[in-house]
DNA sequence: GTTGTTACGTAACACTGTTACGCTACGCTG
DNA sequence: CAGCGTAGCGTAACAGTGTTACGTAACAAC
């Protein structure tokens, strides 16, 4: 009775893939419907049948775009000092925003549309952060931070960090060298301050 | 032998004012020229004749935006203890990006439009910073602060301020009451590690 | 093979930013 | 006080956008 499907889970990911490369090339308004279909060889159709609105195709780039960063974060080994590893996971942050950076800033564009976040893109975020809030709790277990609630102090650092990171994308840092500067005063400031206020 | 302008500096005010009314509203998208045109009773000529493009029109509302922040940092009263003060600017900082949250994500959406900014755009942030850096300035020649250029300071105090709004402005602080023991522990953990770190 | 239901491509719609065109209003020249 | 020329300005058209309605085509059941 009924046709079946040829839009499926891949032409999904392929419409995902697309729309992220060409805001990671162009900026939010280089995504373009008709483009992104063209570029996986659909039709606007595809998009409506599997994400029923540009919105929700940037909501799939936004979801994708945290896990990559989460998925880079995983990457950096545990080994060594508490701190050291903190200052190592703000980098590897940084490495990774400054690795597309158009696509970073959209994740924190703020459109309106995409703010009302949806809880499942609240845990998406928050997953984000599992790998850094490890290494913090295991910082205030060894001692060499203070507080018992990992959470806050992970969400503290988080704010940092995105802030150098956002500051840097907008060219506000200077250049790399300066930037990178930056980044690590910042960091090791703000590990000690923890430990110097409590 | 010329028919004298109507479209002066009052109509120019005038249609910035409403840009950023209505990017403030409803996002980015919510702005288009013939609505901001229609608010201020002319027509999308006059945005071409003063601005010549959309892009220079949201550049303009971004310096308006740039220089607001400024002004309520400006009103931050200078007594107290110098990390006092530097924690009233912080949550000055905070209460502007609250009062207007679209147009504050805007400021940093990272448009590829508006990224490439122009040297005029680089004053406007760095005076948006005046107050700030005038207070770390301060607090070092008091000794209260370590270091010698309130430049370096007064970035990485921005990076976290601008980290904390963003994360707050997505929902990822949780409520007012919660953002604000965030702004809080974020803001006395930071002086307290420059303090520390050197 | 026919039928019925569903997936899908196409084309239209309303809207966007931008630009070309023509009208209109004024200051200078007689 | 006329007439003219230049500049300011409104209108309308253009290409392109997201979205949707519609017709076509492909398959399972009978």
Redesign the pocket.
């Known amino acids: ?8 889970a891949a ?1 999904r990911a392929a419409l995902i893939d697309a729309a992220a490369a060409a805001v990671a090339a162009g900026g939010p308004d280089a ?7 063209a570029a996986v060889g ?9 994400f ?6 940037l909501r799939a780039v936004h979801r994708e775009a945290f896990a990559g960063l989460a998925h880079e974060l995983e990457r950096v080994p545990a080994g060594g000092g508490p701190l050291d590893e903190l200052l190592e996971l703000g980098l590897a942050y940084r490495r990774s925003a400054l690795a597309r950076p158009s696509l970073y800033l959209v994740m924190f564009s703020g459109d309106p549309r995409l703010v009302p976040t949806e809880p499942a893109d609240a845990e998406a975020a928050a997953a984000t952060l599992g790998r850094l809030q490890g290494a913090v709790g295991r910082a205030q277990a060894a001692g060499a931070l203070p507080g018992s609630d990992p959470g806050d102090t992970t969400l503290e650092l988080w704010a940092l960090v995105h802030g150098l990171a956002s500051l840097e994308l907008l060219g506000a840092l200077g250049d790399r060298d300066a930037a990178g500067r930056h980044w690590h005063r910042a960091l090791r400031g703000a590990v000690a301050g923890y430990d110097a206020a409590g």
Do not use: N, W
């Not at 659909?42 to 599997?50: C, K, Q, R, V």
């Open positions: 009775m009924v046709r079946p499907t040829t839009y499926d032409t995504l373009t419907l008709r483009g992104v279909a659909a039709t606007t159709s595809a998009i409506y049948a599997l029923g609105s540009k919105e929700q195709l």
